[in-house]
Each structure stands twice: as C-alpha cells, then as structure tokens.
Nanobody, 125 residues
Framework: EFVESGGDLVQPGGSLRISCEAF????????IGWFRQAPGKEREGVAC???????????YYRDFVKDRFTIIRDTAKNTVYLQMENLKPEDTAVYYC?????????????????WGQGTQVTVSS
C-alpha cells in the first residue's frame, strides 16, 4: 500500500514537498511514479524514478514540471518524495503515487499497478 501526504494550499511561486510512503513492501523494489488529476481531466504523469535494480536509469519528468519538480527516494524512510518549486495555479490537482515495474518516459497510468489514495495540492493566491 502507498500512502500520500503533505498536500496543502500554497501561493503561486511557493514550494511544497509531498510524500509517498510504502507499507508492506520495500519502495526500492518498484519504479515509483507521481501522477496528478485535476477536476474534469484525466490522470497525467508528472515524474518517475526507477527501482534500485534499474538505478542506472534516469528519472523522467514531463516538460511542464522540468526544472521545477524533483523526485527523491529515501530508502531509510521507505518513502518517495516529490519536491515542487515555483508552483503555478495549473499545478492544482490531486497527486497520486504509483508503483510499477519500470520508469518509462511515456509516464502512462496503465504502466503502474499499485496506487495510493492521493493528496490535494492547491496553488492559489
């Protein structure tokens, strides 16, 4: 099971770190993806990080978050974070983490098998 947390209301230009903690398994064993879903829109990929077995692989970021978001794995805490900087109103969404076999540049939800319940991020003044 994944449990996301850390979502909040932040002002445009602000920063936020959200967490995805794994329970019942080791987060190292899976590729972890962060996705988001805004009201009335489909779930879209944001970033992913390969499992430790494929750690030679690079993380992937969608163009609209490159140089603003960073995906980080903390093995000791069995948690993957999404550090978000320079947030924009269009970043407002429920953010989900997913576990899968591979981190692919396509970042499609169908590539991930396990999901958390999501955490709300709202960017507004």
């Amino acid at each position: 099971e994944f449990v996301e947390s850390g979502g909040d209301l932040v002002q445009p230009g602000g920063s936020l770190r959200i967490s995805c903690e794994a329970f019942g398994f080791t987060v190292d064993y899976y590729a972890i993806g962060w996705f988001r879903q805004a009201p009335g829109k489909e779930r879209e990929g944001v970033a992913c990080l390969a499992s430790s077995a494929h750690s030679h692989g690079r993380p992937y970021y969608r163009d609209f978050v490159k140089d603003r978001f960073t995906i980080i794995r903390d093995t000791a805490k069995n948690t993957v974070y999404l550090q978000m900087e320079n947030l924009k109103p269009e970043d407002t969404a429920v953010y989900y983490c997913g576990g899968g076999a591979f981190c692919l540049s396509s970042l499609q939800p169908k590539e991930y098998d396990y999901w958390g319940q999501g955490t709300q991020v709202t960017v507004s003044s």
